[in-house]
């Protein structure tokens, strides 16, 4: 992060994500950091002009537990002094205070927020499918107030959303999911919609469980291993025991996330892969299955089936 976030009082309050982002840090800063690529940033010059900023969600950063008054600021870093010749300063800027006095939740509010919510949400899902280029900012905000509200109701919500990849990203529901507070609920309601026969298992449905399972259980070294994680075999397991009931292109997208994760390493060229593995068991079961329903499965699936039996030197 390269903001910090500054609340007083110390205490009433929490970081909802604060054992994600340790996490997240220790991997950075161990050098072992799993995820390759830059991060793209652009550079503005400042002018008397001002400047706008995308916006963050406070309820990402800081998650209030008792009522009360708060007093939040930002401390931001990215701002640097740059002259010919001499190496760039950086600036610490604070920003201006933000006051907020909250009162105990009420029930039936909960309740009106989310239906509202809901509704707009319903709507915000007909103009991603109509491929509407742009639609009224209220139906977006539908999304914060879902992944803030903490309800069951809500966390049902986002849950669900996951039979909708383009809603379920647009709305950033996978961090709402992780943020929510009794993760052994969205556990749960995963788990009942993984057992679901229309509903294919995609990679962000596996990512979002295994995340949320290692949060739940409070496995935080594994949440960015470079080693192969225990909770990846484990829902694989339990997604081929599901596997059967799954219907159409439901099983066939299910089984090409299982090719995509278990065979991850064969999915590019042929000249990248001159060291071939033994697969586990499990994996045996996924190639099996793959090649039971090879002329079902995407492209990217059958190139990296038959990346990996040339390697292997299978027919």
């Known amino acids: 992060m390269r903001d910090i976030f500054q609340i007083k009082p110390a205490s009433g309050w929490e970081d909802p994500l604060s054992d994600y982002r340790k996490a997240l840090f220790k991997a950075e800063t161990s050098g072992h950091f799993p995820i390759a690529g830059s991060v793209l940033s652009a550079n503005v010059s400042l002018s008397p002009e001002p400047l706008e900023m995308s916006a963050v969600v406070l309820n990402d950063y800081i998650k209030f537990l008792q009522p009360g008054a708060y007093t939040v600021q930002v401390r931001d870093s990215r701002v640097t002094i740059k002259r010919p010749g001499m190496p760039a300063e950086q600036l610490a800027l604070t920003s201006n205070r933000l006051s907020l006095k909250l009162i105990p939740p009420n029930a039936q509010w909960q309740q009106n927020q989310l239906r509202e919510a809901l509704g707009s949400l319903a709507q915000l899902r007909q103009a991603i499918q109509s491929g509407a280029r742009s639609y009224r900012a209220i139906l977006a905000d539908s999304c914060v107030t879902i992944r803030a509200l903490g309800t069951e109701g809500a966390g049902a919500a986002m849950v669900d959303a996951l039979t909708d990849e ?27 919609l993984l057992k679901q026969p229309e509903i294919p298992i995609t990679y ?39 596997l059967p009931s799954k219907r159409g292109e439901a099983k066939t997208g299910t089984i090409n996330t299982l090719v995509g994760i278990s065979f991850a390493r064969y999915g590019g060229s042929t000249g990248d892969l001159m ?28 190139k990296t089936i038959l990346n990996y039996r040339k390697v292997q030197h299978l027919n």
Do not use: H
């Open 204 to 242: 962000t449905f596996f990512e979002t469980m295994a995340t949320t399972s290692l949060l739940a259980n409070r496995d935080f070294d594994q949440l960015f291993s470079i080693k192969p994680r225990k909770i990846d075999q484990q829902l694989k397991e339990q997604i081929l025991g599901v």
């Open 275 to 302: 060291r071939a593995e033994k697969i586990s068991t499990l994996d045996s079961r996924v190639l099996e299955l793959a090649t039971d329903n090879f002329d079902q499965l995407s492209p990217t699936a059958q």
């Open 166 to 192: 383009a809603l379920f990203s647009r709305c950033a529901f996978q961090v709402g999911i992780w943020e929510f507070p009794n993760k052994r609920f969205i556990l749960e309601r995963i788990r009942q």
